[in-house]
């Protein structure tokens, strides 16, 4: 019995403490893998349905297979437009840049006067409302009828694609001022200087993020309309237009993808400058 005892006594060797991951780690790795997974499976029904189809879209695997240089060598420049896709992004990206970069300042301010007066607001409604709905490739043609060149075409078709969201939503946020804030301006006799940025720019901020990134993606997707006015120069929109019209449509296909991951990349963008600004605001 006293044998039993001394036995129970001894303590057994811990098992070695296997590799654990935390629960931030594993809600990291899932945020990955579960996308890549998805992508994986979506890749597959597209080559499958490729196959069915008789070849009439090339599935992915024809696809890489006919434009691997593309896709390694993404900034090889041989002179002219025949460069890579690399830079055929960089050379669409300035002219957002540049359109977009118009359409937040006009829209801003537009949108701030917008807001203040009530007169300007019921008379400038119908307006806003009928041009924001006309699609980007319905103004190409106009504005190469009015401006006689391409580049200042582009940036135009651009600017009053990207415009609207802004200026509605800086409207709206100035509309949205809580009257407490007003009339605290009051009481404090605050200048106009003074209340435009401390009471009036802050509470609108907000809003205004939220019609800039509603703004980058149309203005992202409006350069394959601004582009096709561009006859002869570097850019995604003439890219895929030019590959159109050669037949190459595996071009297009991976010239899609460039555009949706660079899509993808401003708004990631846009909220990251949100969250640095406003990191008490939380993007929708």
């Keep these: 019995m006293a044998n039993v005892n001394r036995q129970s006594g001894i303590k057994k060797p811990a098992k070695p403490a ?11 790795l899932d945020d990955i893998l579960t996308p890549v997974v998805a992508m994986v499976i979506l890749l597959i029904i597209w080559e499958i349905l490729s196959a069915i189809g008789g070849g009439r879209l090339p599935g992915p695997i024809k696809v890489v297979s ?24 960089l050379a669409s990206l300035q002219r957002v840049a540049i359109g977009y970069t118009i359409a937040a300042v006009v829209g801003i301010s537009l949108g701030i006067v917008v807001g203040l007066n009530q007169r300007v607001r019921k008379g400038l409604d119908p307006v806003f409302n009928i041009l924001r709905t006309v699609p980007p490739l319905a103004w190409v043609p106009i504005a190469i009828a009015a401006l006689q060149q391409n580049q200042p075409a582009a940036l135009f078709v651009i600017f009053i694609t990207a415009v609207w969201p802004i200026l509605i939503n800086t409207a709206v946020g100035v509309r949205q001022i809580p009257q407490d804030y007003n009339n605290g301006a009051q009481v404090l006799r605050l200048s106009r200087q003074e209340y435009f940025f401390k009471i009036l720019f802050p509470s609108a901020l907000p809003y205004i993020f939220t019609g800039l990134r509603i703004a980058i993606g149309l203005a992202w997707l409006a350069i394959i309309a601004a582009e096709i006015v561009m006859t002869g120069v570097t850019g995604i929109g003439f890219f895929i237009w030019n590959s159109y019209q050669n037949g190459q449509v595996s071009e297009i ?26 990191p008490y605001s939380k993007p929708q």
């Design 18 to 28: 296997g590799f654990k991951l935390s629960k931030k780690q594993k809600a990291l």
């Design 253 to 278: 296909i991976v010239a899609l993808v460039y555009i949706g991951l660079v899509g993808w990349g401003l708004d990631v963008f846009i909220v990251w400058l949100q969250g640095k600004i406003l």
């Design 66 to 89: 006919e434009t691997k240089n593309l896709i390694l060598y993404p900034f090889f420049n041989r002179g002219g437009t025949d460069v890579g896709l690399g830079l055929q992004v």
